[in-house]
């Protein structure tokens, strides 16, 4: 790919006995919308986690604009523009909604260079533009009516916003999702298919996202690459991906054309 905003190269990830990256090879292109998918255990998450840093690679590299990343920690991969949700939702459940997204601001946000210091004039005046900066945020994944209300009384879909609101408040270039359909009610699953476009669309975001949601996957990605067994077994546009007859046959079994549409 001509521009590749991140740049996974065969990357083999063993955890003893189980190979669960093998030689895997990966381009993001900048403002595309790409997808991961695969059967459990594919080897998904664990390429999410080799992207942030939280894995280390047994071979092959990965770079993000052209600089090699892998070996890094997480924080300064963060830094670099790469920001992401987890499979399983991980907010501060007691702080309010907007208090999380706070939470998120770019480190160099004067409200978190303030914090730790007094709360004068200074600090008070840089939580205001926080929290209205933080506000937008939660409208761009339509939630702001729900500033006020802690994590842990929201339902889960918003619980889902919410995390990637403050993901988004890192301002990153590349976001990694990892099954933010997951659990997702249909017209839940739509609204998350507008937001994701919208945010490619109106912030230039490049996203890759790892699900199982057919409803998000086929509707919203450009390229998909599935794994299986820790290899990738087939790559291209949803059509492709849809009627590859070993990606029907390997991935999904013998429902496997149902389940993808074709
Ligand atoms: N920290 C770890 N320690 C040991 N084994 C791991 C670790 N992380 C992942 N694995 C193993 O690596 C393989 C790939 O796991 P991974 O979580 O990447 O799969 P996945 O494709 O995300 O699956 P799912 O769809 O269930 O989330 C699995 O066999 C898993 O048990
Ligand atoms: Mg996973």
Known sequence: MMDAL???????VRFGGIVALDKVSLDVGRGSIQAV??????GKSTMLNV????????????????????????????QLGIARTFQNTELFGEMSAIENVMVG???????????????????????????????????LVGIADDAAVAAA????????????????????????????AAGLRAAEIESL??????????????????????ALVMAISDRISVLNFGRKIAEGNPDTV????????AYLGEKGAHALGA
């Open 51 to 78: 992207i942030t840093g939280l894995y280390a690679v047994d071979g092959g590299a990965v770079s993000f604009e052209g600089e090699r990343i892998n070996g890094r920690a997480p924080h300064t991969i963060a």
């Open 153 to 180: 009384a929201l339902p889960f879909g918003k619980q889902r916003r919410l995390e990637l609101a403050r993901a988004l408040a890192t301002r990153p270039k590349l976001l990694l999702l990892d099954e933010p």
């Open 37 to 42: 998918i695969g059967p459990n255990g594919a």
């Open 105 to 139: 601001l770019d480190r160099h946000h004067p409200y978190n260079l303030a914090i730790g210091m007094s709360h004068g004039p200074g600090y008070r005046r840089s939580e205001i533009a926080a929290r209205r900066e933080a506000r937008d945020f939660l409208a």
């Open 193 to 214: 298919n507008l937001i994701l476009l919208n945010l490619r669309a109106e912030q230039g975001l490049t996203i890759l996202l790892i699900d199982h949601v057919m």
């Open 6 to 12: 991140l740049h996974v190269d065969k990357i083999t």
């Open 242 to 249: 849809r009627k590859s007859p070993e990606v029907i046959r």
